[in-house]
């Protein structure tokens, strides 16, 4: 199969960029915090920015997200992140300081601090993983978490009676007149990466001209969590995450998405 | 004239996952029957029909793919 | 270096400290009896006086995150509040601890425990000295007794601070934030340069040029073997504060046949206490720790082998009278008085209780 006759540098398509670090990373098999840290990395690479970037780490299974970006990084504790990035960000203006948050993180112990920031405007990028679980503790309910979805702290699947609502913190952040550009994306095919490396090249722009928050929630998989192979994940995710976190642009420019 | 892809693979790297082989428009790829190191049943190109899309390596959670392109 | 009398509350005192120490940032939440000290950066508008930025955070748990935001990028960065305010801070310091970052947090104590009251105390001494949250940490515990010292240990703080690459907190409580007092003020110390933040702090996270490996800042290592190796370096770090940065104050003690352990506030009581028991014919002396960790243990391990007893005053049930009947070895009696829960004892009941508890207790 292999030809060594394409196989040269002036006829490379794509390669692995490296704002990523050597380390192999510990996610699951097929896990979406892959895929979005490497468009994240491809951006900064691409805007040249890599000696301004601040990465701030969550708790959640991306706690180890600094290993894999070869930008400074600190690791927050959880739910801190944008407290962090604020600070970062209003001491060293023209970096371009983004976190990197799960659903646990931002949703639910970081609520306050997430809203906050977007509520002042702070000048910083949040990147938003919603896979409605949180993974790295082993599959508890999230607040994402859809009604009837079982995890292992609602074992019989969520109920509104129990639990609540699943929280659309996305929407709720776009009413806020701090927040500059809020999308939710995906990156379980070819054209959705394309597309969320988009939105999150127009965040960070965003940053560059001091426009404000610029938030990107990536709806993702949780294969391990959800218990399925990877690409049945995908597909799941696609019939149920979707429908109540819908893709697509929510509030751009400053102004919602009609 | 023909429009040729290759991917390259680094299958130590590799962990099985299968979302590249979901994303092939021309079905090149496919778990190997193989493991590597990890003992993942790599992704492999088993068919010549790649055009360089590179769709796989978008999906890719690990980066493992290279892909290379010319005009045949 | 030129000074500026001034006459300030040690709240405010702080805050022009912040201002002429080159502090980068300050990140707070309004909490009685420390209001002051942000209400009064505002008013100054610092980000004009030397680029310093003053944010409002929507908590404490936020503010201190701040900090930790800001140190861990390598700038001066502070905050303030009181013991509920600090309570709520404890993730954050630990964190601070734990990933070695320098920073300055004020706590101006009042009673607890809980909501308790806004009236000043010196409760909060176990949770300063002992670690406070969770992991085996210090803070670096500088405890002001004046407004004069509520201004100079900001200066102070950020030499420790980074020295140690530790956080330090400045112990006061209620009467010396909210007490208005002459002070001096001296020059401007200008805020670093970003070259001089490289060099000042190599270790930061300020953003990766092209000829470095990529900063991390965290507190977190899974693999115990390595945990357990920094846990080492932090206790040996600590243990060279204790050798090096003992700092403490002694006053009538040449003479003294009992002597009063006390800082901050409850040490000036204890000075008029001294004036009283010696108007007495009470040879009465006083040492005042300054730092209150690395704590004088060999000062008051001097002193129990000499004087007849130690009376320890302090606004809380007796905390701090732990430490001094450790570092004392039950070579002479050690006793605590002290009023609590915001009373601030009088000098009388200072000299009453050493009468009662040590003199005639013999």
């Known amino acids: 199969m292999f030809n060594p006759d394409i196989v040269k540098p002036e006829n490379l398509v794509y390669k692995r960029t490296d704002v990523l670090t050597k380390a192999v990373m510990h996610y699951c098999p097929g896990c979406g915090h892959g895929t979005t840290h490497r468009i994240v990395a491809e951006v900064i690479e691409e805007m040249g920015i890599q000696d301004k970037a601040i990465c701030i780490a969550p708790v959640g299974c991306s706690v180890l997200a600094y290993n894999y970006f070869e930008v400074d990084s600190l690791g927050a504790a959880h739910g801190r992140a944008p407290a962090l990035a604020t600070a970062i960000q209003r001491l060293f203006p023209d970096h371009h300081t983004f976190t990197y948050q799960g659903d646990g993180d931002l949703a639910a112990i970081g609520t306050a601090e997430t809203i906050h920031a977007c509520n002042r405007g702070e000048n910083i990028v949040i990147i938003f993983i919603n896979n409605g679980i949180y993974g790295m503790t082993g599959g508890q309910m999230a607040p994402t978490t859809l009604i009837g979805m079982k995890t292992a702290t609602s074992p019989y699947g969520r109920t509104v009676e129990l639990n609540g609502y699943p929280l659309q913190i996305t929407e709720l952040l776009a009413e806020l007149p701090g927040t500059y550009y809020v999308t939710r994306q995906s990156v379980h095919t070819a054209a959705a990466v394309r597309k969320t490396k988009r939105a999150i090249r127009q965040a960070f722009e965003n940053q560059k001209n001091k426009k404000g928050t610029s938030f990107v929630e990536v709806v993702s998989n949780c294969n391990s969590g959800w218990k399925m192979t990877a690409p049945k994940a995908n597909e799941w995710m696609v019939e149920n995450m979707f429908v109540k976190y819908p893709i697509g642009d929510i509030k751009v420019d400053g102004e919602k998405v009609k | ?72 | 270096m030129a000074k500026e009398l001034k006459l300030m509350k040690g709240n405010e005192a702080i805050a022009e400290a912040a201002i002429r120490s080159g502090c980068d940032g300050y990140f707070g939440y309004p909490i009685t009896p420390q209001s002051e000290v942000m209400e009064y950066l505002m008013a100054e508008k610092p980000w004009e006086r030397t680029g310093m930025v003053v944010l409002q955070a929507e908590s404490e748990t936020s503010s201190i995150n701040m900090v930790y935001g800001g140190a861990g990028v390598g700038k001066k960065v502070m905050t303030s509040s009181s013991s509920p305010g600090i309570s709520l801070m404890q993730e954050g310091l630990t964190y601070l601890a734990g990933a070695e970052l320098p920073a300055i947090i004020a706590n101006v104590v009042r009673g607890g425990p809980g909501l308790g009251t806004i009236q000043p105390s010196q409760a909060d001494y176990f949770q300063a000295t002992k670690g406070g949250g969770h992991g085996d940490y210090q803070l670096f515990v500088l405890a002001p007794a004046t407004v004069q010292e509520m201004y100079d240990f900001v200066f102070l703080g950020w030499e420790i601070a980074f020295k140690y690459r530790n956080p330090v907190m400045i112990l006061s409580d209620g009467a010396i934030g909210q007490v208005m007092e002459k002070l001096y003020v001296g020059d401007y110390v200008p805020r670093w340069t970003d070259e001089e933040l490289k060099k000042n702090a190599p270790w930061a996270s300020y953003g990766k040029p092209a000829n470095r490996e990529h900063h991390i800042i965290t507190s977190l290592e899974l693999d115990s073997a390595k945990q357990e190796e920094h846990n080492h370096k932090l206790q040996a770090k600590y243990r060279e504060m204790e050798e090096k940065e003992v700092r403490f104050e002694t006053i009538d003690c040449e003479d003294a046949d009992y002597i009063f352990v006390a800082y901050g506030s409850s040490a000036r009581i204890a000075q008029k206490a001294i004036q009283l028991g010696r108007e007495k014919g009470i040879k009465v002396g006083l040492l005042r720790p300054i730092t209150l960790f690395p704590f004088p243990k060999k000062p008051i391990a001097e002193f129990s082998k000499k004087v007849k007893g130690i009376l320890t005053v302090e606004m809380s049930a007796g905390q701090m009278v732990e430490d001094v009947r450790l570092a004392a070895e039950f070579r002479c009696p050690v006793e605590h008085f002290g009023r609590y829960g915001g009373i601030i004892h009088t000098p009388h009941e200072v000299l009453e209780a050493l009468e009662e508890k040590i003199i005639k207790a013999k």
Do not use: F, H, Q
């Open chain 2, 1 to 72: 004239m023909a429009i040729k892809g290759e991917v390259v693979i680094d299958k130590e790297r590799c962990k099985g996952c299968g979302v590249c082989v979901v994303a092939c428009p021309n079905k090149v790829l496919a778990l190997a029957k193989n493991v590597n190191g990890k003992g993942y049943n790599y992704s492999e190109a088993v068919i010549d029909d790649c055009i360089g899309c590179a769709s796989c390596a978008m999906v890719c959670p690990d980066g493992v793919i290279t892909v290379y392109k010319t005009k045949l």
